[in-house]
């Protein structure tokens, strides 16, 4: 598992962090996600493998803790686990018990594909406290009918207007209007593939609330990332 963290905007503090899987394979070496989520999900193993994912993160939650950390972090749920109730029943279950600091990041084109028993399952993710993330906002299928309705606090805005921000003229249009739109829905707004001090700085003009990618730091294994949380809290 690795983290990256996102970082507040106005405050210069790390928000939370997202945790990433990644499939170290004893001959093929470090396998990313892209490359085994979808077969996963097709093996019908996604299920176990985020149930893992979950785990490891309240596991290494609690290093953090121990460190004087406390850090929320958000896990990745494939869209076929959000109309899967035996899975929802056992991530309450598994939530209810601790005091884990965990959040989902979902796209919308999950909820697109049943959004009855989608929206009703995020619905109980909200009722325990669970935080819920729109991610890759725009690069899919979108509608502003679901959008009104998802019990959702943040809006993460895909990386693929966010690496060419400062080089496209519609890219900066598209970004404002969707920091605005979500900021009128009561949602924080999350920049991802943020490389370069230029679209920070773009980004920050715009008011956007948290920023994530390169240019602050790239997923990085538990200790890693808990020295980049040391560093940053010995900088301030
Ligand atoms: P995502 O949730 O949109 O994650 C962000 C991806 O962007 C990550 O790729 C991250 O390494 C990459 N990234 C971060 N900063 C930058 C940047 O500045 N520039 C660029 N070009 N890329 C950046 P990664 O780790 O390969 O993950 C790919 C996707 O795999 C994720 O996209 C997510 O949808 C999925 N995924 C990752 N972990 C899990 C998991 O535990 N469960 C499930 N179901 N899906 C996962
Ligand atoms: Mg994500
Ligand atoms: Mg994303």
Request: hydrophobic share 45%; proline share 5%.
């Amino acid at each position: 598992m690795q983290y990256q963290p996102k970082i507040h905007v106005r405050r210069q503090e790390i928000a939370s962090a997202e945790a990433l899987v990644r499939w170290d394979h004893p001959t093929r070496g470090l396998i990313l996600p892209g490359e085994f989520i979808s077969a996963a999900e097709a093996a019908g193993s996604i299920c176990a493998l985020t149930l893992w994912c979950i785990k490891q993160v309240i596991h290494d939650q609690r290093i953090f803790a121990e460190r004087g950390y406390d850090i929320p972090v958000f896990v990745n749920i494939s869209g076929v686990l959000l109309a899967d109730s035996e899975f929802v029943a056992q991530v309450c279950a598994l939530l209810e018990t601790g005091p884990a600091k965990i959040g989902f990041e979902i796209t919308e084109t999950a909820v697109i594909r049943d959004p009855a028993i989608a929206l009703k399952h995020l619905q109980q993710f909200a009722d325990i406290g669970v935080p819920v993330a729109i991610d890759d906002y725009g690069a899919g299928l979108s509608s502003l009918a679901y959008l009104k309705q998802l019990p959702a606090s943040e809006l993460k805005i895909d990386k693929m207007f966010i690496t060419q921000l400062t080089s496209s003229n519609r890219d900066p249009l598209i970004v404002r209007s969707t920091i605005d739109l979500a900021h009128a829905m009561e949602m924080e707004v999350t920049a991802e593939g943020v490389e370069t001090p230029a679209a920070l700085a773009l980004l920050s003009v715009m008011g956007c609330d948290l920023v994530q990618g390169y240019l602050i730091s790239r997923p990085l294994g538990r200790d890693a990332f808990l020295a980049y949380v040391e560093e940053e809290a010995h900088r301030k």
